[in-house]
């Protein structure tokens, strides 16, 4: 088992990482459950994956109560908390619950705000189960749901009280979805640690063979970074936006394309490899390393190419986007692999590579 602490000077929380330690799991669950009971919220397909298999977290002391919510981005809503909230309400949820986010990206960004926002707020703690969930999405507490207008457009900043990390879950993810989270494995790679870049490169079959120490390290690595910044930045007022790297371009395709048949890491590969071409042509990215990034991004099986709608299309998508501010937006560009830094550009600087 794996600590690492993440040093939010008002709310310090440990991430556990471990591969299918459930003792663990029930005692760090125990330590912050006040009550006899656990509400976990998840989705349709983790808990017919995975409630039988959780049994012996729950005890007589320790009973679970699941509320669950169809699979998918496009329950990522409003509507969908308000639910919970009734749920909750119907279950007897108090301001001594604690709440057990259990499942991917989705779940935990609805099951977060859900937790900031239910009685003005009560504990929860995240058990991601998907590969973006584990090197990203669980930690940091960024909680907040889509409008029509774009992505995570409400929301809360508000942190766990630990995150538990079991890579065995990874082992009936779909490879679609592995592939999905090792976008922003690179994203790390490419803002912080070139390491990470070069070991992916070689070792990046064995995270599809689902091998528990290659897994374990990148997950290590990747969190590492995240909690670093995070305890630095909490709520995004400066070096937090580097985690951003890719995320404009990634989130005005997702919207651009209503959300369907893209995944969120599929979009940010494309929005990865836009920031690098940008980059390059403004004069900070070498080419030899933007070919290394398309050739890595292409390797893990995602697409470089990004999708061809037009200029006012990807500006009207960039502007809904809360990175922007005005005409010009808050973008992350790359200095080399393993360094990025943060530029304020217009759009129509931006957009310049568009064609390509
Ligand atoms: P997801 O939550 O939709 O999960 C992907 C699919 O995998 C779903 O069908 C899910 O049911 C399934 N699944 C989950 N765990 C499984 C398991 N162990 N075995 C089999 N199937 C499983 O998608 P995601 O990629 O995990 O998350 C994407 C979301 O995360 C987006 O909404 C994005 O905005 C958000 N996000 C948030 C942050 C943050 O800091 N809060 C960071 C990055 C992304
Ligand atoms: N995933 C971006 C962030 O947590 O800030």
Redesign the pocket.
Known sequence: MKALDVKIPKAPYTIHIDNWNLDLAKDIIQKHCQEEKLYIIT????KK??QKKLRPLFSPNLKAIWITIP???RY?RLSSCEKIHEELILKKANRSSLILAL???????IA?FVAATYMRGIAYIQM??????QV?????????V?LKAG??LV?AFYQPKAVIVLTR??????KK?II??LA?VIKYALIADNHIFYYLDTHYENIFKHDTQTLDKIIHLCLSIKANIVAKDEKENDQRAL?NFG?SIG?AI?LLKNYKNI???EA?AMGMVYASELSSSLGFLAKNDLLAIKLLITKMGLVTAWPSFTKTAYKIALLKDKKAQDENIRFICLTKIGKAHIEDLSLNTILQCLKR
């Open positions: 989705n349709t397909t983790v994956l995975y699979d998918g981005e990522k499942g991917g990206g989705v779940v935990g960004d977060g991601p189960t998907t590969l973006l969930a990203d999405s669980s930690v940091g507490g960024k909680t907040g889509d992505k995570n929301g879950f990874l082992k009936t993810l779909p979805e999905n989270g922003e985690l995320h989130h997702e995944k969120h890491g940010v």
